[in-house]
């Protein structure tokens, strides 16, 4: 079966730079989910999409933004880099029309900043 | 306090054996309930969802007590296979949003 696929799998930036991660959601899914997991942390939730509109906000940066595009693909743009920001960061989908709002998550994208 | 809250761990078991996680969650207008899987360095796997009348998948067995707020997940006849970190997960909203995860337990299953 088809899975969460994000790109890129692993990014090197230094401070100050800008990053954008991609996720494609499992297919027919129209909701996507973003999460940040720091080293031995459970992951945070940072914000969400349903048809393209944002639903809800978690604890996401002001300098990260993020849209859902017509596909249903996801971006997360990061500006002005900090060491904090080395991380997992994880996209999740489902469907929410089946109303169980199980969310399914892709690989990842591990970011070090340096 | 964390908003959900898990046995901390780890927990090192022989093969065979059975293992009980337990998880608390504040927020009593919570109606989603979870347990996902994680194996180092990777995504969280949906393990089970949680239903109010308690369900069973196999070897595993989910029950909710609205009541007390709390919720656990027995695994019976453990493989070194299950050797992950489980991870107690609750959705606060009844609708599509944000999940909550526990700081999760280690799990070991040793030959």
């Known amino acids: 079966a088809a899975g969460v696929i994000q790109s890129p799998r692993h990014l090197i930036k230094e401070k100050r730079e800008t990053a954008t991660l991609k996720c494609y959601p499992i297919p027919r899914h129209d909701t996507v989910y973003w999460y940040q997991q720091g080293p031995g942390q459970d992951p945070q939730f940072l914000i969400s999409f349903y048809e393209k509109m944002q639903s809800d906000k978690g604890s996401i940066p002001d300098r990260f933004s993020a849209q859902q595009f017509s596909d249903y693909h996801s971006e997360l743009n990061m500006s002005s880099l900090e060491l904090g920001d080395s991380a997992l960061y994880f996209c999740a989908s489902s469907v929410d029309a089946t109303n169980s709002y199980e969310q399914y998550f892709g690989p990842g994208t591990r970011l070090t900043v340096t | 306090r964390k908003e959900v809250e898990q046995d901390p761990g780890p927990f090192n078991v022989p093969e065979g054996a059975t293992v009980a996680f337990n998880c608390t969650y504040s927020n009593s207008a919570s109606q989603s309930f979870f347990w996902y899987r994680q194996d180092c360095r990777k995504e969280p796997k949906l393990l089970m969802s949680v239903y109010s009348s308690g369900n069973e998948d196999g070897r595993f067995t989910a029950q909710l007590n609205r009541a007390s707020q709390y919720i656990s997940l027995l695994i019976r006849d453990s493989k070194l296979s299950d050797s992950a970190t489980y991870l107690c997960?609750?959705?606060?909203?009844?609708?599509?949003?944000?999940?909550?995860f526990g700081q999760g337990t280690e799990l070991s299953v040793k030959p």
């Open positions: 997960v609750v959705n606060p909203y009844n609708q599509g949003g944000k999940l909550i």
